[in-house]
């Protein structure tokens, strides 16, 4: 239902927005929002392992950061451009592992947690970008990237495999975040994992009367989360063909947007992975018809803390008004039950 | 068609030879103290296969004290536990699972987004690589059903399910892991009556596939129903095990309370203060509270008797704004009485929560700031606390409810229970209000505290106060209230004088039978 | 012994962080005992420290308030973008200051019903309205920034008015620093004095049992967001006056620096601990922080990943001290049934 709705929303969109601009209905546009709607979608991905555990990751910006610059760093080294994209996964877990163990273990609060690890990221990745002054001091510069392997994965279907049918025009990326995306939902959908993940997200103290260990599954989360952020890194990395300091900021954001859209509920135990992708692929197609309308990019900020609001009051009314018709149902049954007896 | 039904004709379990009546736990002996205070002086339970055994006594008569010991939650001190005949040791929840026994918990444990498969399974879940298999998962909740006489769908949400489904889930979760024994500790109290029913014919249908099932009710009639034998503990101890046709409510009250204690100490004379009157008339609260209607007088101390469950406590809250009236009016002194507890405290209303470290105190702040908090009005100006007349107060509550340690800037947070209760209480007594609402005045405070929380509650009436207090404390309720109404199903049911309650009587009004004594009701 | 019990309580840490700070400045940089540096630290500090004092009733309360950066910045936008319409005429600089308050203490109203009517967790709503607030101040310059114009100051008094709140000096003292001042004493006397300061500590503490006592948790949680947002609203204007221009980027990211100042401040982010002491003390201690790593010339850029590493290393100290007190306190407390 809430799906449907979401999907709705998003065709409708795209219709006003071909019938409205004329250069949106085209395979170019659609490619290069497909290619957004990858990204973006791989963070709101992971980060609805997070969410669906109750939890709430503030740290995907800062990751994509120092994961950028750590694999453009990597791939000068010359390595085959897939290790590249595996050692940023790597390093997205790791960072992610760092969150989990943060939180469980230690037993933070999670958004200052990971608002700091998102802060300490960043700068972690700025310290790498500096690369021979020694002094941590002077300004950025972007790394272009010159490693071809590395580079052919960000491109087009057209550029790694030759040009072949439909999908030539799409970004690699796409295709495997759609892979993953269907993965993702039968990892949450149909694993043990994905089944305590729900059950934490949903009562925590049941599931942890049931037997479920609780710091594992929220920690798994974490690390799952960093990966995806780790991933979109090193694809966006390869398609820039250059990584700067000052990416990333403000995805965290935007990924959570993208969840709360698709129908991932702040409190946990609701969503799945399919949600997530259609979130981002509204949140995108939203950004990308303000683009073409050339409205100001600033309305994108607006736009994207209005959609939070309105997407958790939307939920929230809609999860009372089924409570009540349901209790109300209910009401009636155990009436007529009453009269039957 | 709702996801569970009942069959009336469940086949038996072919495969195993019926063990009816043959003794699956047996507790002997069982000694357990806390803090040098005794709970449990031999107390001990043999429940057998096949069978309903009913456990009753009054709070504090140590059932649930028992009851943790045989799921390993605490360890006793002395006695002995078999199984099937064989000395066991039950030292975690762990062992007593792999014990074949398995608790229903009051607070339901189920995770309301998962399906009912789903929950069975939760911490369990069967499959390779973990990868769920999902068609196992569902083909052996519907064999569990089918051995056990339900009709399920094992892929509906839990969280649509009512009370009583629910709560079948829960018994087959009990079940998917072999559980022989099940315990109820209080099943029915969050269900309605038609739901009620529907747990009891579950019960039936575990009774006759040979499962132990130990119950733990206050409902006299629930036990009447559905149990086959009865032990009944007072004090710590066993002091009987009933048969099926010796179980009825006068034994059975009569067992639990014991010999009846009369109390000297009560209040003899009485004034009531005419012109300071509460009344309630038709005071409903959705479905928890039905058309409640009462009069009280300053000068009388009113007490509320009933089970959890019987609309004592959101009679007080609705009275004082807590809860949302859905319909009835409530007046003092003719004025009628605002839904706003924040004008209902400045009209004199007090309110003592039951649970006083969720409702009541604020943990971090200090006992002077947790006193003054109900009375900002007087100790303020335009907005500004007045820090001489704050600490006067402070000190003067301090001092005049002996609370300990004397020092204002305590944080109430490291306070024993007793004195947690007395800050609680001297916020409100030290405004004098004119109507001190008291839910369950002294759960959990000892027995000095107590004597002094009925002399500040006898004082604070004597100068004009109305006072309505809720218990469950038969021994309270029978020495401290001028009256007693008993509270049955949201309404009230019966009603006492101090003359005519007894202890017996409360607690047969609170089950719902007519008592000899008193006036009733309904 | 009052030494020692001086330097062993958290005044005697916080006195001692900041004393360090100061020595290991004087040894390695001379500018920093310089006047000019002294003011500029000044300056930091008391926009800081300004956002704190609102901030900290956010907190108090149990949650948190990250738009003050870009609630200052659409303050000092609205403030520009009006006097310079007006041609710096009294009215545009009194008529600015008064649009901008009644925006940031309505765009504060919305966020506090957020939190209580729809029950939304307080950082996804005011990270929201970061972005919305960060977004909507180009609407308001038209896109770039607005430059007071400095080098006509001298000849029109309302320009040096609006000049004058980053520069003017009455009794020789910098007049952000009084206006911080002023808001650490108000702030002071809110939290200790009044009943709202009571209320404040007691719903944090406990919500439950501060409404069964009658007090309007609704009410005086919007109040909070109120506080918070003209706070930030002033923060901004003495900003973009010290800076003379205002655009987008005016105030942007404070937020993180204000959430440093509360945490080492050792104030519980769960609501009902922490006092205006301790706010302040944070303000100081990442003014002084900033201003030596400008100073050290570390880039800007990477002085976030101090901002991260102190932020997590004050969250870890706070959990652990918090924890070492859970623990004596369950030592202590009779233990109940």
Redesign the interface.
């Known amino acids: 239902m809430r799906k449907l709705a979401t999907v709705g929303f998003v065709l409708i969109l795209m219709l006003v927005f071909s019938l409205q601009a004329d250069n949106f209905f085209n395979l170019r546009n659609f490619s290069e929002l497909s290619f957004n709607a990858a990204f973006l979608g791989l963070l709101a991905l992971g980060l609805s392992f997070v969410m669906i555990g109750g939890g709430?990751d503030?740290s995907a910006g800062?990751i994509v950061c120092v994961v950028a610059i750590l694999c453009s760093r990597f791939s000068f080294l010359g390595t085959p451009g897939i290790v590249v994209v595996v050692f940023g996964v790597v390093c997205g877990a790791f960072f992610g592992l760092c969150n989990g163990l943060?939180v469980s273990r230690?037993?933070?609060?999670e958004?200052?947690?990971t608002?700091?690890?998102?802060?300490?990221?960043?700068?972690?990745g700025?310290?790498f970008a500096f690369r021979d002054t020694g002094k941590?001091?002077?300004?950025?510069v972007s790394m272009g990237i010159t490693n071809k392997s590395y580079l052919a994965l960000g491109g087009r279907f057209s550029a790694l495999f030759g040009a072949r049918g439909a999908l030539k025009d799409f970004h690699l990326m796409t295709v495997i975040w759609i892979v993953l995306a269907v993965a993702m939902y039968f990892v949450l959908r149909?694993?043990?994992?994905?089944?305590?993940t729900?059950?934490i997200?949903?009562?925590p103290?049941?599931?942890e009367?049931?037997?479920?260990d609780i710091r594992r599954v929220k920690t798994i989360g974490f690390v799952i989360c960093g990966a995806f952020a780790g991933l979109a890194s090193a694809f966006l990395v390869a398609n820039m063909s250059a990584a700067n300091?000052?990416l990333g900021s403000?995805y965290e954001?935007q990924a959570?947007a993208a969840c709360v859209v698709g129908g991932i509920a702040?409190g946990g135990?609701?969503g799945d992975a399919v949600c997530a992708l259609i979130g981002s692929v509204f949140l995108v197609t939203i950004l990308n018809g303000l683009y073409k309308f050339n409205i100001?990019t600033?309305?994108?900020?607006?736009?994207?803390?209005?959609i939070?609001?309105v997407a958790?009051?939307f939920d929230?009314s809609f999860a009372s008004f089924a409570r009540r018709l349901?209790e109300r149902r209910?009401d009636r049954?155990?009436g007529e039950?009453?009269m039957r007896? | 068609m709702t996801a569970l039904n009942l069959e009336k004709s469940a086949p038996l379990p072919s495969d195993v030879e019926s063990r009816a009546g043959q003794t699956m736990l047996t507790a002997m002996g069982i000694c357990k103290q806390f803090n040098g205070i005794a709970v449990l002086t031999d107390a001990g339970l043999d429940v057998r296969y096949g069978e309903v055994h009913a456990l009753m006594g009054e709070n504090g008569a140590g059932k649930s004290t028992i009851i943790k010991i045989i799921t390993g939650v605490y360890q006793k001190d002395a006695g002995a536990i078999f199984i099937d005949g064989q000395p066991v040791e039950i030292n975690s929840r762990q062992d007593a699972r792999n014990c074949g026994i398995s608790v229903i918990y009051q607070e339901l444990s189920l995770v309301p987004a998962l399906t009912v498969a789903e929950n069975i399974f939760l911490g369990q879940e069967p499959g390779r690589y973990g990868v769920t298999a999902r068609q196992e998962m569902r083909a052996r909740v519907r064999a569990l059903a089918e051995r056990y006489g339900f009709q399920i769908d094992p892929d509906a949400v839990v969280d649509s399910l009512g009370m009583a489904q629910r709560q079948m889930v829960e018994i087959l979760k009990a079940l998917s892991v072999d559980a022989r024994l099940i315990i109820m500790d209080e099943p029915t109290s969050s269900l309605s009556n038609a739901e009620s029913e529907r747990l009891f014919e579950t019960i039936d249908a575990l009774r006759r596939s040979d499962v132990a099932i130990l119950y733990i009710s206050h409902r006299l009639e629930e036990v009447y129903r559905l149990s086959d034998r009865l032990t009944v503990m007072r004090g710590g101890e066993v002091v009987g095990v009933l048969q099926k046709d010796e179980i009825n409510p006068k034994t059975v009250t009569t067992m639990m309370i014991g010999r009846e204690i009369h109390y000297a100490d009560a209040r003899t004379e009485k004034k009531l203060f005419e012109d300071n009157v509460l009344e309630v008339s038709h005071l409903s609260c959705g479905k928890l509270l039905r058309d409640v209607s009462f009069k009280a007088y300053g000068g009388e101390i009113l007490g509320i008797g009933g089970l959890v469950g019987s609309g004592r406590t959101e009679l007080v809250k609705c009275i004082y704004g807590a809860l949302r009236r859905s319909g009835g009016s409530v007046t003092l002194g003719g004025a009628p009485v605002s839904k706003s507890i924040r004008k209902n405290i400045r009209a004199g209303f007090g309110f003592v929560p039951e649970d006083r470290r969720v409702e009541g105190f604020i943990p971090a702040q200090s006992i002077g700031r947790n006193i003054a908090i109900a009375s900002h009005d007087r100790l303020s100006k335009a907005g500004f606390m007045n820090a001489a007349a704050e600490n006067r107060w402070v000190e003067d509550a301090i001092k005049n409810y002996d609370i300990r340690p004397k020092d204002r800037n305590y944080r109430v947070a490291n306070l024993s229970g007793g004195n947690q209760q007395k800050v609680v209480l001297g916020r409100w007594l030290a405004r004098e209000p004119g109507v001190l609402l008291l839910d369950e005045p002294t759960v959990g405070v000892d027995v000095g505290v107590r004597a002094e929380v009925y002399e500040y509650i006898r004082y604070l009436a004597s100068r004009g106060s109305i006072i309505i207090m809720v218990s469950s404390d038969l021994h309270e309720l029978t020495r401290v209230p001028d009256r007693i109404l008993v509270m049955y199903g949201g309404g009230f049911f019966h009603q006492f004088t101090r003359q005519t309650a007894t202890q017996t009587a409360i607690l047969l009004a609170a089950s719902g039978e007519h008592p000899e004594e008193g006036e009733a009701l309904v | 012994m009052k030494i020692r019990q001086f330097i062993g309580g958290a005044w005697g840490q916080r006195v001692a962080i900041l004393v360090i700070i100061c020595a290991v400045m004087a040894v390695f940089e001379r500018q920093f005992f310089t006047a000019a540096n002294a003011a500029s630290v000044l300056f930091t500090i008391s926009v800081y420290g300004t956002m704190a004092c609102g901030m900290l009733f956010v907190v108090l309360l149990g949650g948190l308030d990250l738009s003050v950066g870009s609630m200052a910045g659409v303050a000092a936008c609205i403030v520009a973008r009006l006097v310079q319409d007006s041609g710096y005429t009294a009215e545009g600089v009194i008529g600015g200051m008064l649009v901008a308050f009644a925006v940031c203490v309505a765009v504060g109203v919305v966020q506090g019903m957020c939190v209580t009517y729809l029950k939304m967790p307080s950082f996804v709503v005011t990270l929201s309205f970061k972005y919305i607030l960060y977004g909507a101040a180009p609407l308001i310059t038209g896109g770039s920034f607005i430059y007071y114009q400095g080098n006509a100051v001298a000849e029109n008094p309302v320009q040096r008015f609006v000049y004058s709140i980053g520069s003017a000096r009455p009794f020789g003292v910098p007049l952000p620093i009084i206006i911080f001042v002023f808001f650490v004493v108000a702030a002071l006397v809110v939290v200790t004095k009044t009943t709202y300061g009571r209320r404040l500590y007691a719903i944090g503490g406990n919500d439950t049992a501060s409404a069964l006592v009658g007090i309007r948790v609704r009410r005086d949680t919007i109040v909070a967001y109120i506080a918070s947002s003209f706070c930030a609203a002033v923060a901004g204007v003495v900003l973009s006056s010290i800076n003379m221009q205002a655009g987008q980027t005016t105030g942007n990211n404070y937020e993180g620096s204000v959430l440093m100042a509360m945490i080492v401040g050792g104030i519980n982010l769960a609501g009902g601990e922490g006092d205006v002491a301790g706010a302040v003390f944070g303000a100081l201690f990442v003014g002084l922080i900033t201003n030596m790593m400008t100073l050290l010339s570390i880039s800007p850029d990477f002085q976030k990943f101090a901002q991260g590493a102190i932020i997590l290393a004050a969250v870890c100290i706070n959990a652990y001290s918090g924890r070492r007190a859970g623990r004596v306190k369950l030592a202590t407390a009779p233990a109940g049934k």
Do not use: C, D
């Open positions: 709430i503030l800062g943060l230690a037993g933070l609060t958004f200052v947690t608002l700091a690890t998102g802060i300490l990221y960043q700068g972690l700025l310290l941590l001091s002077g300004t950025l149909r694993t043990n994992f994905g089944l305590r729900y059950a997200g949903s009562h103290k049941a599931a009367m049931s037997g479920v300091a000052s403000g954001f959570i702040l135990g609701k100001p600033y309305w994108s900020y607006i736009l994207q803390g209005v939070i609001i958790t009051v929230a349901r209910a049954a155990s039950e009453a007896l």
